[in-house]
């Protein structure tokens, strides 16, 4: 009579692995302990192979894995913790790694390299490997020490900075930095730049010791840093957009913009001229005064 097919199964698998997995009698049939070791290695291959099907489709639904975003200074203090939030909030599986304080030329280096896979960042950014997206227009202020005769008006005009000493981010690789000197020449005169530094932390800083004024991304005021207060820039903006590269298809990176332009605040609604207040201020550390006609400078940023 031909041995069940099982039987015959268990048969060959002896012979591969060359010992018993039973012990067989006339009575009973019982795993040998080598049976029992196989099978609790079979039982934890058989796990493993579950949990892997079920992390790997995770991933694929862009649940888990690895996030690395860059960010220029300007949105490490206002957009970037409302992002970092919410991320750790929808996908709590997800490692997010930010880099904060970067210039536009780093981020554009690690996002080819793939160090980087979003970068917050402002136009202009011309590398055709490179997919940006446009999420909203910032406000220029200028950051003026506390004690400066500038500090006591809402608003001021570009040519109010014709002879003060600039405080600047640096000329390498740095889109504020152009900027502001397109801003400058735009109205008429040379700015008189005194420092140039790196970091937006340290530029404020340098305002505050009275070492000159800065014009930065209203988002900067978030820092709050005392001795220095905030006066809108009539008719100046400077766009942010998001940055990945062309063609990065990760579900998790496509989950994480969508997360972005979720977080993003709504569009400050204008009043209109007849009803508006000649100036608003918001007193306190970090003071804003908000004042005058808004409007846009193109500062070489269209092509975001």
Same mark, same amino acid.
């Not at 894995?65 to 939030?85: E, Q």
């Not at 997800?94 to 030329?105: A, P, S």
């Not at 809108?232 to 940055?243: F, M, P, S, Y």
């Given at each position: *009579?031909?041995?069940?097919?099982?039987?015959?199964?268990? &048969?060959?698998?002896?012979?591969?692995?060359?010992? /018993?997995?039973? +012990?067989?009698?006339?009575?009973?049939?019982?795993?040998?302990?080598?049976?029992?070791? =196989?099978?609790? #290695?079979?039982?934890?291959?058989?796990?493993?192979?579950?949990? +892997?099907g079920?992390?790997?489709?995770?991933?694929?639904? $862009?649940?888990?894995?690895?996030?690395?975003? $860059?960010?220029?200074?300007?949105?490490t =203090?206002?957009?970037? /913790?409302?992002?970092?939030? +919410?991320?750790?909030?929808?996908?709590?599986?997800?490692?997010?790694?930010?880099?904060?304080? *970067?210039?536009?030329?780093?981020?554009?280096?690690?996002?080819?390299?793939?160090?980087?896979?979003?970068?917050?960042?402002?136009?202009?950014?011309?590398?055709?490997?490179?997919? *940006?997206? /446009?999420?909203?227009?910032?406000? !220029?202020?200028?950051?003026?020490?506390?004690? #400066? /005769?500038?500090?006591?008006?809402?608003?001021?005009?570009?040519?109010?900075?014709?002879?003060? %000493?600039?405080?600047?981010?640096?000329? &390498?690789?740095?889109? *504020? #930095?152009?900027?502001?000197?397109?801003?400058?020449?735009?109205?008429?005169?040379?700015?008189?730049?005194?420092?140039e530094?790196?970091?937006t932390?340290?530029?404020?800083?340098?305002v505050?010791?009275?070492?000159?004024? +800065?014009?930065?991304?209203?988002?900067v005021s978030?820092?709050?840093?005392?001795?220095?207060?905030y006066?809108? !820039?009539?008719?100046?903006t400077?766009?942010?957009?998001?940055?990945?590269?062309?063609?990065?298809?990760?579900?998790?990176?496509?989950?994480?913009?969508?997360?972005?332009?979720?977080?993003?605040?709504?569009?400050?609604?204008?009043?209109?001229?007849?009803?508006? %207040?000649?100036?608003?201020?918001?007193?306190?550390?970090?003071?804003?005064?908000?004042?005058?006609?808004?409007? #846009?400078?193109?500062?070489?940023?269209?092509s975001?």
């Amino acid at each position: *009579m031909a041995q069940p097919p099982l039987s015959t199964q268990i &048969r060959q698998l002896e012979a591969e692995l060359g010992f /018993p997995l039973f +012990a067989r009698t006339t009575r009973r049939v019982e795993l040998t302990d080598g049976g029992r070791a =196989y099978l609790e #290695h079979a039982h934890a291959i058989l796990n493993a192979v579950e949990v +892997a099907g079920r992390q790997s489709r995770r991933v694929a639904e $862009g649940l888990e894995g690895r996030l690395t975003v $860059g960010c220029v200074g300007s949105a490490t =203090y206002d957009l970037m /913790p409302r992002f970092t939030r +919410a991320l750790r909030t929808a996908q709590p599986d997800v490692e997010v790694t930010i880099q904060g304080e *970067m210039l536009v030329v780093d981020q554009v280096d690690a996002l080819r390299s793939g160090d980087l896979d979003i970068a917050l960042l402002r136009p202009p950014v011309h590398e055709p490997a490179l997919t *940006m997206r /446009p999420l909203r227009s910032d406000r !220029l202020v200028a950051a003026v020490p506390d004690s #400066h /005769p500038l500090a006591a008006r809402p608003s001021i005009d570009v040519r109010a900075l014709e002879r003060e %000493p600039l405080v600047v981010h640096s000329s &390498r690789g740095s889109v *504020m #930095h152009r900027l502001v000197l397109d801003l400058c020449e735009s109205a008429g005169f040379t700015p008189l730049v005194s420092h140039e530094v790196v970091e937006t932390s340290t530029l404020v800083s340098f305002v505050a010791a009275g070492l000159g004024i +800065a014009v930065v991304p209203e988002g900067v005021s978030k820092l709050g840093v005392p001795g220095v207060r905030y006066c809108a !820039l009539k008719g100046a903006t400077v766009e942010l957009c998001a940055a990945t590269r062309t063609h990065e298809t990760r579900p998790l990176v496509a989950r994480a913009l969508e997360i972005l332009v979720e977080v993003l605040p709504e569009p400050a609604v204008e009043t209109p001229s007849s009803e508006r %207040p000649e100036d608003t201020d918001r007193d306190g550390t970090g003071r804003l005064f908000w004042g005058g006609e808004r409007g #846009h400078i193109d500062a070489r940023s269209a092509s975001c």
